[in-house]
């Protein structure tokens, strides 16, 4: 009997679209190209995708143009807000078909469908950028002011960008394109989405959709998968294209910022982390046990992961046990099983970057409580799968690479602390500021320490931050502006002011 996995990467090769939404029009990529899907659970090929050559990117972008320049898109909210339910309510007729696709390609444990997979970004990530074309202040008129006397009218108003290229990450691919498409298109742009080529089948899927179940003009939306960077870099360069908005690692995010700084382009930038878990020594330690855990879960693979956990002196030792015997104890292995908690991580590549820093974490005096290898007993059909062991280590040095690095695999690093004051010197210590996490007995202490963390994201008491109406971004090196929330939608407005002289009535 094959392994679940195996069965469910067949049935979802059998149903995947494998082309390409341009100018409205599913095609293969005018080369002939296609590309291997691989799915991570196996490392075998589900099956191939069309693969975007430049010509193929250069087209779409033209489409986005002229949809935007030549068509009444980015004004007919009407008609925006008629197409974003069409959408939604095609997503809906496919979600079974979305979250085997979503297993299969992307390696995300069954479990993980009933939230930030699947079920939470269908709820809301379509449906509240909806709301704000009505609810959104478009125009607001400024009073008359004492400059220029009460006969001139200064109105202010909020305008879409232009043409956005969405180039979206492996680990919530679905999640991601539809916090990037929802407020996009709500406010009136156009949209190159230029899907991980480890995971491009849920975003043809959702071309496919947009060709066929909804009113979406043609150009509106496009979606070029591609393997190449030099074609995927077109969108940097472009001077059509007007901004970028990109979630992945902080060094491509990087180099977009770079490829477009001479179009002075538009950058949302939601890029990595290595967020910290302050426990202090009146926390509640099944909370921190679970919190811990939470570490593994896709394996890892979230930039928000509080993959730092700070302990109160007073409460390491005991924790550090409680928590390497959990690690020990976590479900690993084939993603579609309903009790899996840890996957693959989604390429051999990523596998041997995460054992690399395991081995170099050893090395530099990190102290490895269990873990730091690959799974070792696996079912046959999964051998050629990318899985890694859940790692815990020690570190008395919050300035080790281990402690400092995004790491994105089921690593935790746990670092004592004396004080409230070192641990939120410790957790700012970092380049990243993405998310972070305080647990205490006391919630105006929790509270305190929150407001001081240096992050675009704190969860106090396991509170939860995630919605499509609260922004998502970091400080430093995690990125620029903010996905979600009103912050979000306006990252894809630009502003106006006009002033208009009043005639005398005689």
């Not at 079974?96 to 269908?122: I, K, Y």
């Not at 498409?181 to 709500?186: K, Q, R, S, T």
């Not at 815990?392 to 281990?402: A, G, N, T």
């Amino acid at each position: 009997m094959s392994a679940p996995s195996v069965e469910l990467g067949r049935r979802a090769a059998e149903r995947a679209e494998f082309r390409m939404l341009i100018g409205g029009e599913l095609v293969a990529a005018a080369s002939g190209a296609g590309f291997d899907n691989l799915g991570p659970a196996t490392g075998a090929v589900l099956g191939s995708t069309a693969a975007a050559g430049p010509e193929d990117m250069l087209r779409a972008i033209a489409a986005a143009r002229r949809a935007f320049d030549d068509s009444d898109w980015s004004t007919n909210r009407v008609l925006r807000q008629r197409c974003l339910a069409q959408l939604q309510q095609a997503l809906e007729a496919e979600k079974h078909e979305l979250g085997e696709e979503l297993v299969a390609e992307a390696g995300c444990p069954a479990m993980t469908l009933r939230n930030a997979q699947l079920d939470w970004p269908l709820t809301e990530s379509l449906r509240y950028p909806s709301r704000l074309i009505d609810e959104f202040d478009w125009e607001r008129v400024l009073p008359a002011g004492a400059l220029f006397g009460e006969r001139n009218v200064r109105t202010v108003l909020q305008e879409p960008v232009g043409v956005v290229a969405a180039i979206c990450p492996s680990n919530f691919p679905l999640e991601v394109v539809l916090n990037k498409l929802g407020p996009a298109l709500a406010a009136g742009n156009t949209v190159v989405l230029k899907p991980d080529p480890n995971t491009p089948w849920n975003a043809t899927r959702l071309g496919r959709m947009i060709a066929e179940h909804t009113d979406i003009p043609p150009g509106v939306v496009n979606v070029v998968p591609t393997p190449s960077n030099e074609v995927a870099g077109l969108l940097a360069t472009d001077p059509r294209v007007d901004m970028i908005s990109f979630t992945g690692s902080t060094a491509v995010g990087r180099t977009l910022m770079r490829l477009g700084a001479d179009t002075m382009k538009r950058t949302f930038l939601e890029l990595g982390g290595k967020s910290a878990l302050i426990v202090l020594e009146d926390a509640d330690p099944a909370a921190a046990l679970r919190s811990a855990v939470g570490v593994c879960v896709h394996a890892g693979q979230a930039c928000a992961a509080t993959s730092r956990m700070l302990v109160h002196r007073s409460r390491f030792d005991e924790m550090v046990a409680s928590v390497a015997a959990a690690f020990d104890a976590v479900p690993v292995g084939d993603p579609a099983l309903p009790d899996t908690l840890v996957g693959p991580v989604i390429s051999a590549a990523q596998r041997e970057r995460v054992l690399d820093a395991c081995r170099r974490a050893t090395a530099a005096g990190a102290r490895p409580v269990n873990g730091g290898g690959a799974v070792p007993v696996l079912p046959p059909e999964l051998a050629g799968g990318h899985y890694v062991q859940p790692t815990v280590f020690v570190c008395d040095d919050p300035s080790l690479p281990i402690a400092q690095e995004e790491i994105f695999g089921p690593v935790l690093v746990m670092i004592p602390f004396s004080d409230d004051e070192e641990a939120v010197r410790i957790a700012n210590d970092s380049a990243y500021g993405l998310a972070g996490a305080v647990l205490s007995a006391s919630t105006d202490r929790g509270m305190g320490i929150a407001r001081r963390i240096r992050t675009g994201t704190v969860g106090v008491n396991g509170g939860m931050f995630y919605g499509a109406d609260a922004p998502f971004g970091g400080y430093k090196n995690s990125g620029v502006g903010r996905q979600c929330g009103l912050e979000g939608f306006r990252q894809y407005l630009e502003t106006k002011t006009i002033g208009c002289r009043i005639p005398r009535q005689h």
